[in-house]
């Protein structure tokens, strides 16, 4: 049953992993491509001299676009970039137009559409891997190489461990076997029971010692007694010493280079699978978490277990204004609109920025004005590299006061989890070896995939001529044999239908990919039966050969055939 889950998982849903994984791994480059595309507008020309005040930058930033209104300021993450302004338009939708500035010269370097605080390339290319720009209905496909990553790594590991495992016991149990079967006798064992004794006697009766002078002359054939010992023992015969089996772990995380056709190609698949799994894994668990469907399951959960993040609320004393708002997923909030207020002071920017540096927050922060007249202005750390900084404060700016704060310490661990597995995914928490390892493991999971359907073309019916032959080789390899389920034990079946409604629940698009796989898979199954029975059997016809078991466990000598 295991083997017709993967082998269908994978045919059915390796699509969906291979664009995954092509689409992901042209997102791993977008800080170079970033830099590449957007150079003079993310980054200054000299990086010299005090910076102007934040007022001032934010004023020739109007000057320069006096459309729309003043969403937030993002300070620049280090001494060589530029200060975002960031401006909402009606007509852009959830997207803004963020203005670029150099903080020494207070000049404006350009402005683009952007989505979240990311560029136009990294916006298209994050849809692209999403959604294939096919919006809110196209988010199906990455939620869905999401749901099924998983069940197809951990069971491509419990198939290729077992079968390690299991090729172990055999050659185990062929080596013992030789050696039983090899083992010497005893030097008697040798001597026939009908062989004279040597000596005297035997030497009267030989022609050949009596006629040979050599033999009556030799003082040294007559007195050597390890020559008479030789006589009287036989060597027993030199057996070739049996080659040793594999070490199990071994077997499982080398490639066979010995192998060759089906039995090469399933190393290569099977091996590499193994090496990616806790990253593919990795992938897998926090694609969801902000995914659609299994992503609102999580949110509730956390909501449920008092595990997700804190909120900050914006609420000054004395006023109905503010208020904090949760949001799902990483980019939740963003490009959001908001009720219109009184256009905002730039220079309460420049007082709220420093009251918050006051607080301690460091780095590169995003300054945000209340979203109705009377509420709290938010400051917010978004360093997204290790060490992370994701502290907040709420600013009263008529009172130069912090109202609220939340700190990244007082996350609860699932929101911890969450907040680095997301960042983690995007390539962000380790910098440039987290592109480098998330690059790795989309070109390996490219090649793993296109292994998996080499493997099935190569174990096609290729059988030609004869009674019930085939005229040509087939196209494609056999499904597994169906009904495995009713090998399984009742109280495994019993406790695992459950277990697999919790998760198809927990997990929607499985529960309803998988649902669907069983529906159909049984329609197949009921239709080749009733078309088995209404036809006329062949008559005068010699029975056709029973095909090649398409098991796991093939022997290795009906393996060598089909290689």
Request: proline share 9%; glycine share 10%.
């Amino acid at each position: 049953m295991l083997v017709r889950l993967h082998f269908y998982a994978g045919v059915l849903v390796a699509p969906f992993l291979l664009v995954a994984a092509l689409t992901g791994l042209a997102y791993t480059a977008t800080p170079q491509l970033d830099r590449l595309v957007y150079g003079d507008q993310l980054t200054v020309a000299r990086a010299e001299g005090p910076t102007r005040p934040l007022a001032e930058q934010i004023a020739a930033a109007r000057v320069a676009h006096p459309e729309g209104t003043l969403d937030s300021v993002v300070t620049p993450p280090g001494p060589e970039d530029t200060t975002r302004v960031v401006l909402n338009l009606p007509e852009l939708g959830e997207k803004q137009r963020t203005v670029y500035v150099d903080p020494y010269t207070a000049e404006v370097r350009g402005a683009l559409t952007t989505w979240a605080g990311y560029t136009p390339l990294t916006t298209w290319l994050d849809d692209l891997h999403r959604n294939l720009h096919l919006g809110e209905t196209g988010r199906l496909y990455s939620e869905t190489a999401a749901s099924w990553l998983w069940v197809v790594v951990a069971g491509g590991l419990l198939l290729w461990l077992g079968r390690v495992r299991r090729g172990a016991q055999r050659a185990g149990a062929s080596e013992s076997a030789r050696a039983a079967t090899s083992a010497p006798a005893s030097p008697a064992a040798h001597v026939p029971d009908s062989a004279p004794a040597p000596g005297p006697a035997r030497e009267a009766e030989s022609p050949r010692a009596a006629e040979s002078p050599k033999a009556a002359e030799s003082p040294r054939a007559a007195e050597s007694p390890r020559a008479a010992e030789s006589s009287r023992t036989v060597k027993p015969p030199r057996t070739a010493k049996p080659p040793r089996a594999a070490h199990p772990l071994r077997s499982a995380l080398l490639w066979d280079r010995g192998a060759r056709g089906v039995r090469r190609t399933r190393s290569l698949h099977a091996v590499t699978g193994v090496w990616l799994s806790l990253g593919l894994l990795f992938l897998s668990a926090t694609g969801l978490t902000w995914s659609a469907y299994a992503g609102a399951r999580f949110d509730t959960l956390q909501q449920n277990t008092s595990a997700a993040a804190p909120v900050l609320d914006t609420t000054l004393p004395g006023s109905g204004a503010g208020g904090g708002a949760t949001g799902h997923g990483e980019h939740a909030g963003h490009g959001a609109a908001k009720p219109k207020g009184a256009a905002p002071d730039p220079g309460h920017f420049e007082a709220v920025l420093a009251r918050a540096r006051a607080a301690g927050l460091s780095g590169t922060v995003t300054v945000t004005p209340p979203a109705e007249t009377g509420g709290a202005w938010t400051v917010a750390q978004r360093d997204n590299t290790w060490p992370v900084h994701y502290d907040q404060v709420a600013v009263d700016a008529e009172r130069s006061e912090i109202t609220d704060r939340t700190r990244w310490a007082d996350y609860p661990v699932l929101a911890k989890l969450s907040k680095l597995g997301v960042q983690g995914h995007m390539g962000a928490l380790f910098g440039l070896a987290n592109q480098l390892v998330l690059a790795a493991l989309a070109l390996a999971l490219t090649l793993v995939v296109l292994w998996g359907y080499r493997m099935w073309w190569q174990r096609r019916p290729t059988r030609r001529g004869g009674a019930g032959g085939l005229a040509k080789p087939a196209r494609l390899g056999r499904a597994p044999v169906r009904g495995a389920w009713r090998r399984v034990p009742l109280p495994v079946l019993l406790a695992g239908l459950p277990l697999a409604a919790l998760v198809g629940w927990a997990v929607p698009v499985l529960g309803v990919t998988l649902l669907g796989f069983l529906v159909l898979d049984a329609a197949v199954g009921l239709a080749r039966r009733a078309r088995a029975e209404t036809a006329e059997p062949a008559r005068d016809l010699p029975e056709p050969p029973p095909p090649v078991a398409e098991t796991e466990d093939e022997p290795e000598a009906v393996a060598a055939v089909r290689d």
